[in-house]
């Protein structure tokens, strides 16, 4: 499934990765489910921290996201750099991509410690969600191809984490409610089927969605649907209002919230005030401010009514009357 931005909205899984990850709450959640073992057995998650830097390149920010976090493993201080792949397909380059990213990392911190002697380790974690399976191996030195043992102790090599979150079974995703939510729903957001995948979503995440501490979690979490799928809004209020999850009002309320958000909303209302302004005028002549009380109009239903109400329309007041 070819990934649409359907609301214009720019590098979407950035925007939603960020959001979800900017809470220590959550990224200690993430971090205790998604490492491998032997390295959470080693880190001491309490001392994490977020540093908000991105390193990778800006035409490659709608196919990948980065996160960098500083910690301490046996009281030595670390970076762990979090690639998250959002491409169809594995990339070939990405230990490359990797180096030069890591490098980066490096040319800051000795930008910002002059006289630094000793560079902080940086361990790079690729997390994939691509339809495509992952065959790449996770070893820098697999670039060079095939090459004699005795060279290999000369030539730059190391090891990356990588966890393609397509191989997990859905009832292996663990975490807080936050980090289930968002890894099932990057697991599946290229799903051919995407409203079966929520109606299931729903069924197992009952409590984010009745829960309003979770209110804006929710809005982030819709904000990244309708701006990654070509999904309609009454497609999702139809699947909650069905498992009777949240009240009509509340779930109205966060719809319209991310549609405006968007910018989705505000086209509407300005597609409807032009129209209705161009019939009148030419109908009946509007004045200068006739026109910019249509413009102020940013209720939908208004608008519609008077749209429908301008061809057996008398006077143009029948429809200015609507408005006000």
């Avoid at 990948?64 to 594995?90: A, G, M, R, T």
């Avoid at 597609?271 to 006739?290: A, C, G, P, V």
Wanted: glycine share 4%.
């Amino acid at each position: 499934m070819k990934e649409k931005d359907t609301l214009g909205i720019k590098h979407p899984h950035d925007h939603f990765i960020k959001k979800i990850l900017s809470s220590k709450e959550n990224i200690i959640s993430f971090f205790q489910n998604y490492l491998p073992e032997d390295l959470t057995k080693l880190i001491c998650l309490e001392s994490i921290e977020g540093i908000k830097d991105t390193f990778i390149d800006a035409k490659l920010r709608n196919s990948q996201s980065d996160l960098l976090f500083q910690l301490n493993i046996k009281d030595q201080p670390v970076y762990l750099y979090l690639l998250f792949e959002h491409k169809s397909e594995p990339e070939v380059m990405t230990p490359l991509q990797l180096l030069k990213y890591k490098v980066r990392i490096w040319e800051k911190e000795k930008k910002n410690h002059p006289g630094l002697k000793k560079l902080t380790p940086v361990i790079g974690y690729v997390f994939y969600h691509g339809t495509r399976e992952w065959k790449l191996g996770t070893s820098f030195q697999e670039l060079y191809g095939s090459m004699d043992e005795s060279l290999k102790k000369y030539l730059l090599n190391f090891e990356y984490i990588l966890r393609n979150i397509r191989l997990l079974q859905d009832e292996e995703i663990s975490g807080n409610p936050e980090i289930q939510t968002t890894v099932y729903i990057m697991k599946h957001i290229f799903d051919e089927d995407l409203i079966e995948a929520l109606r299931k979503l729903l069924d197992r995440q009952e409590t984010i969605f009745t829960n309003k501490d979770f209110e804006q979690f929710m809005f982030s979490f819709f904000v990244y649907l309708y701006s990654v799928r070509s999904i309609k809004p009454e497609e999702i209020q139809e699947l909650i209002k069905e498992k009777e999850m949240i009240d009509p009002v509340t779930l109205e309320k966060t719809t319209a919230e991310v549609l405006i958000e968007q910018g989705i909303q505000q086209g509407m209302w300005k597609e409807k005030q032009y129209i209705l302004t161009q019939q009148l005028n030419r109908k009946f002549h509007l004045k200068e401010s006739e026109k910019i009380l249509i413009n102020k109009i940013n209720d939908l239903k208004k608008l519609d009514q008077a749209l429908e109400r301008i061809l057996f329309a008398e006077n143009k007041d029948e429809i200015l009357n609507l408005l006000r």
